[in-house]
């Protein structure tokens, strides 16, 4: 979806992650492709996982410092962080790609409004809902079953 809907490669490009959950392997892929990856999450166990995988990881407060120098922004995070505030902040060539569930992370409207191309690309979600309602409710009882509830 990127290399189809941007008009530079991803070699050398400025990435940003917003979150680090469940696309924590998109983070070593696109440090492989050689693009220049930050990862912006809530959970410090995650900027230190994509610290390790050799992206630069801060905390979601840092958003205002790293967007105005991005050219593509990914949202994985089902809650919208992303509103018209920071969208402001990116420059007019920044590609957005969000990958989150419903709302997603990324305010599309305000994006549009703002001249932004933005790409809502849900993952299985939209594609396998059985599946992947199946998958989500078995990780639900293993963590169930270790906490002990």
Known sequence: MIIENTRITIHKSNICLVGQGTIGSLTRTLIALGAHVHVAARNPVQRAAAYAAGAESAPLEALPELLPR???????????????????????????????????????????????????????GSRAPVTVGRSRRRIAEIRNDRSGS
Do not use: Y
């Not at 509103?83 to 409207?109: K, M, N, Q, S």
């Open 70 to 124: 991005m050219d593509i922004v990914i949202g994985s995070v089902p809650l919208q962080i992303l509103g018209e505030d920071l969208l402001r902040l990116l420059p007019a060539h920044a590609l957005l790609v969000d990958v989150a569930a419903p709302p997603g992370t990324i305010d599309r409207d305000a994006a549009a409004a703002l001249g932004l191309k933005s790409i809502w690309a849900r993952g299985m």
